[in-house]
Each structure stands twice: as C-alpha cells, then as structure tokens.
C-alpha cells in the first residue's frame, strides 16, 4: 500500500497563501484519484479538492473554489495544493487521502481509503 506523507501547513494571517504537499512513498499513485480533506473542531471531515487520474479533472468544494488549487506531479509522485487568500474559516487539519487503484468517483468522500497524517492549518484574522 502506498504511504501518503503530508507536509507544508501552519500558521498564516488572513488573506496570505499556504502549499500543502502530499508524497507518496512505497509506490506511484499515478492511478489513483487523490483528494484533500480537511477537519475542523466540531465538524465532519469534508473533501475541498480532488484530482482524477484521468485527464486529471478537478473538483473543489465550493467554499474553497477560486481559491484552492490542486495539482500533481507525475514524475515527484507528489500532490499539491495551494490555498490562496485564506480566511478563519479554512482553520483546519487537512489531510490528503488516496482512493482504490483505478477507481472511480474521485469527487466522492467514500472513494478515499489510504489517508496521509494531519497538518493543522490556522489562519488569524
């Protein structure tokens, strides 16, 4: 199974910009759909952004649209997402996550199965 290994994250005031980055390890993902999810106190995990193997279509949550943008990098094995003008409301822990070899409904929560480790992302306002 691949490893997901997240960096980037921390602390940023309000309208600044962050890159996470999402490293697979133990294997390539260029198969997979990848997304980023993201936690905040009290409430469910939601899936702001996902990248299809395919053509590598996007999907971004609406709360983040226009300012988040996911990419990959075939040849790093790496995903990234950049969140641009960041607001209190984007205080979270994201995670990326990994769906099924081959699989479908990248734009789906339950398509996810391999999950990378939290990073707190905080924004002060």
């Given amino acids: 199974q691949v490893v997901l290994v997240v960096s ?3 602390l940023v005031q309000a309208g600044g910009s962050l890159r ?7 294997g390539s993902f260029s198969n997979y759909n990848m997304g980023w999810f993201r936690q905040a106190p009290g409430k469910e995990r939601e899936l702001v952004a996902a990248i299809g193997y395919v053509l ?3 999907y971004y949550a609406n709360s983040v649209k ?3 943008t996911i990419s990959r990098d075939k040849a790093k094995n ?3 997402l950049q969140m ?7 205080t979270a822990v994201y995670y990326c996550a990994a769906g099924r070899p081959y699989g ?3 734009s789906m929560p339950s398509a996810y ?3 990378g480790q939290g990073t707190q992302v905080t924004v002060s306002s």
């Fill in 8 to 10: 980037g994250g921390g």
């Fill in 20 to 26: 996470l980055s999402c490293a697979a390890s133990g």
């Fill in 56 to 58: 590598s279509s996007t």
């Fill in 66 to 68: 226009g300012r988040f």
């Fill in 78 to 80: 790496t995903v990234l």
């Fill in 84 to 90: 641009n003008s960041l607001q209190s409301d984007d």
């Fill in 104 to 106: 479908g409904g990248f």
């Fill in 113 to 115: 199965v391999n999950w």
